[in-house]
């Protein structure tokens, strides 16, 4: 079928058309002159076939693929997964390792804290306000806790007076003090201003340094070669004789022996 349609398509094509001339081989005498050569006519060639249309070929559409049906959701149930074209997840890719951390210099160790050793300075007694009264910075110190109007009173005391003169003193030898305090007086503060060796207290808690190491009438030598003699209260000892006479025998050791 196509090659009849080849055919039809040159006939028509070449028409009343010379294709070509073929010159036919002849002999020629050396002495004669060339004849003209003969035309040749073709043939005509045969009349023109219509030709047949060509049968066109369509190719078929692949008709589209239908959507895959979703199952409707029903209240209260969740939808299907079988009917869904799920593609797996990549595999989740590792991540990289963390950077290194500096690691911080040790800390320097704390120095271990020395106590600080109590000092004469440094105690609550040294700040122990008193009072006084005399002027005799060499002569005997007399303590006592009075209120500010008896301590005024006190140079008159018949029976502190009677007391000096048993060891041959009078006031104007003696220096009286008053602490003013619950806490006791610091005798380093007393030396500060003092330079008597001998100190009678007459009450308790006075002196700091004799709080713990003496006990009543029982003279004693503290630092610095201070002799303290602890005593009851004046009032105390003024009415009681008993306590006189403890109070006179320790007198007598600590001053006439």
């Known amino acids: 079928m196509e090659q009849q349609a080849d055919l039809a398509f040159f006939s028509a094509f070449y028409t009343n058309t010379s294709l070509y001339v073929v010159a036919e081989p002849a002999a020629i005498p050396p002495a004669a002159v060339p004849a003209a050569p003969a035309t040749v006519v073709a043939p005509a060639p045969p009349p023109a076939v219509a030709a047949e249309p060509r049968p066109v070929v369509v190719a078929p559409v692949a008709a589209p693929k239908p959507a895959p049906a979703v199952a409707p959701v029903t209240p209260g149930k969740l939808p299907s997964l079988a009917g869904l074209n ?64 008896r301590f005024q009173r006190l140079p008159k005391n018949v029976f502190l007076n009677n007391v000096l003169k048993a060891i041959r003193l009078i006031m104007e030898d003696i220096v009286l003090i008053n602490v003013e305090s619950h806490l006791p007086v610091a005798l380093s503060t007393l030396r500060k201003t003092l330079a008597a060796k001998q100190i009678i207290g007459f009450g308790k808690n006075l002196l700091d340094v004799a709080v713990y190491k003496t006990q009543l009438y029982e003279p004693v030598l503290l630092v610095n070669d201070v002799a303290y003699l602890p005593a009851a209260e004046i009032e105390l000892i003024e009415e009681d004789n008993s306590r006189k006479k403890l109070l006179w025998q320790a007198m007598q050791r600590m001053f006439l022996s």
Do not use: E, K
């Not at 950077?99 to 000092?119: D, E, G, I, M």
């Not at 700040?127 to 910075?137: K, R």
């Open 86 to 149: 799920l593609q797996p997840n990549p595999a989740p890719q590792p991540a990289p390792p963390p950077a290194p951390v500096p690691t911080p210099p040790p800390a320097p160790a704390p120095t271990p804290s020395v106590p600080r050793q109590p000092t004469a300075t440094s105690s609550p007694v040294a700040d122990t306000p008193f009072s006084t009264l005399g002027s005799n910075p060499n002569g005997l110190v007399i303590l006592v806790r009075l209120d500010p109007v």
